[in-house]
């Protein structure tokens, strides 16, 4: 059994989680643990959700029920930090929960790689401004981002009332035809559910928040696994290593 272990900012698309575990079938164990969100709140000084004390909280349950690996699971929470000081934050996490870390802003970077991936296409829930901060974060990991289209909504409270209909509108309306993959960043978003459909309405690999997570969970833990229904990423044997 490879336990994976998510900290998760307050509750909004948690229940991806769950439908991930089934979908990986296998021996994988998904555990989450809330963290505390503070205010919810998409902005270019939103760090507070991050702190290396709120993310600390959370990792002792994880330790208990065994886990191997921990993924900061929020995109905004990492990528507003920097390059350098997402890495920093990770690093803290992994010293704090004695086991190796990482984020969701990375797992995006690490994926694409994975994929071959240059040239990306960013479909935010977010604010303009913030979204422009993670498509920094993803230039500053060697891609190319051929577009960013904001949304405009400030909580993730919001963003997790997002359906199938507002999700596709996204992704369609954030595609570029000069990008290789479709970014949709936002762990409050609900995604897993619908990542075949999506790529066969783009027509080219799509990664989602809490679907990198994952990805990212097990890249840490060196698990290769072959879940086509959680799209593209998951039909590759990862290449990318700690």
Not at 66 to 88: K, L, N, P, Q, R
Not at 101 to 108: K, Q
Not at 164 to 180: G, K
Request: glycine share 10%; hydrophobic share 45%; charged share 25%.
């Amino acid at each position: 059994m490879t336990a994976l272990g998510f900290l998760y900012p307050g509750h909004s698309a948690e229940d991806d989680y769950p439908r991930i575990e089934q979908l990986l079938g296998s021996d994988i164990r998904v555990d989450l643990v809330h963290t505390d969100i503070g205010t919810d709140a998409h902005r270019l000084d939103a760090r507070e959700m991050g702190s290396d004390a709120r993310l600390a909280q959370g990792v002792e349950q994880l330790r208990l029920a065994g886990a191997e690996a921990v993924v900061w699971a929020c995109t905004s929470g990492s990528f507003v930090y920097g390059w350098e000081g997402a890495h920093e934050q990770v690093r803290t996490l992994a010293r704090a929960a004695g086991m190796p870390a990482s984020s969701t802003s990375f797992g995006f970077v690490h994926a694409a790689r994975e994929l071959g991936v240059r040239r990306v296409a960013v479909g935010a829930t977010y604010p303009q401004d913030v979204a422009g901060l993670f498509a920094e974060f993803l230039r500053a990991g060697g891609l190319e981002v051929s577009g960013v289209r904001g949304s405009g909504i400030v909580t993730a409270a919001e963003a997790g009332t997002w359906g199938e209909t507002e999700l596709f509108a996204l992704a369609r309306e954030a595609d570029h035809p000069d990008a290789d993959a479709v970014l949709l960043p936002d762990t409050a978003l609900h995604t897993v559910a619908y990542l075949q459909d999506l790529e066969k309405e783009l027509g080219k690999p799509v990664l989602t928040a809490n679907q990198v997570s994952a990805w990212e969970a097990l890249r840490l833990t060196d698990r290769r696994v072959n879940a086509p229904s959680l799209g593209t990423l998951f039909t590759r044997e990862p290449r990318v290593r700690v």
